[in-house]
């Protein structure tokens, strides 16, 4: 049986991006393409977004769209997200969230949904991302003390949360690795007479740009020495690629919450 893929936010960047990816996947199928009331694309082939008309309508009738899914891949807004998996909770479809930006609640309104359902989430799918976590958890902990730690992003000009979803993940796999608490060491951005730097802060700084898809380093710099670990998405492709490969995985799950070190076995 293939997989009956709905895809959220259909006719924004990464939208295009899945659509194309599930029309040319194996074993997979296009099941509903949403976009939000108001949204200029509605009623239209999902398919001719991507050069190809498919036969499946973008709608903004969630629940309907969803009858008959058996995942929704959502890249969309924060507010969105969080509606669509409350509707993803009450009819057993399982979600695979790559939007960013959550506060708090919305990250705890996640994992509550995940007591129901299998829910996959990263806040970056890319399958060479997700080995860059690990690297790092390696450098980190072979490393230990005495290296400064700073990270590094740039995306395009038109991303509207910073740092990126991923510079934060970032973070907290080197935090977590060297026994810190991101929230209590993190600086975001420096200006003015900031002092000398304070042993054990993990520094962000933002770069934004163009069309840039996504960069990110990260730079241990040491006394005489500095590593640094450098992941540069050239396409969205790579996204599209390892959330799909996450929503083949997420289907033989029972309910939790599990992110790409789950799918790529890190754990
Ligand atoms: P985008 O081009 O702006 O597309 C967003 C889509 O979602 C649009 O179709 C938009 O419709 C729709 N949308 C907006 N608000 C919505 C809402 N409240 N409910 C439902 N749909 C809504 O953005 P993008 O570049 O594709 O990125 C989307 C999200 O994915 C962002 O949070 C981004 O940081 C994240 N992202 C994650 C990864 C990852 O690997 N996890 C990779 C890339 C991007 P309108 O155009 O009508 O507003």
Known sequence: MPLNVAIAGASGRMGRTLIEAVLRGEDMKLAAALDIAGNPHLGKDAGE??????????????????????????FTRPDGTLRHVALCRKLGVRPVIGTTGFDDAGKTAISDAAKNIAIAMAPNFSVGVNVTFKLLETAAKSLGKGYDIEIIEAHHRLKIDAPSGTALRMGEVVAQATGRDLK??????REGVTGERKDDTIAFSTIRGGDLVGDHTVMFIGMGERLEITHRSSSRMNYATGALRAAQWVMGKPRGLYDMFDVLGFR
């Open 49 to 74: 977004l991507v050069g190809a008309a498919c036969g499946v309508k973008i709608t903004d009738d969630i629940e309907r769209a969803l009858n008959g899914s058996d995942v929704l891949i959502d």
């Open 184 to 189: 209590q060491c993190a600086i975001y951005g």
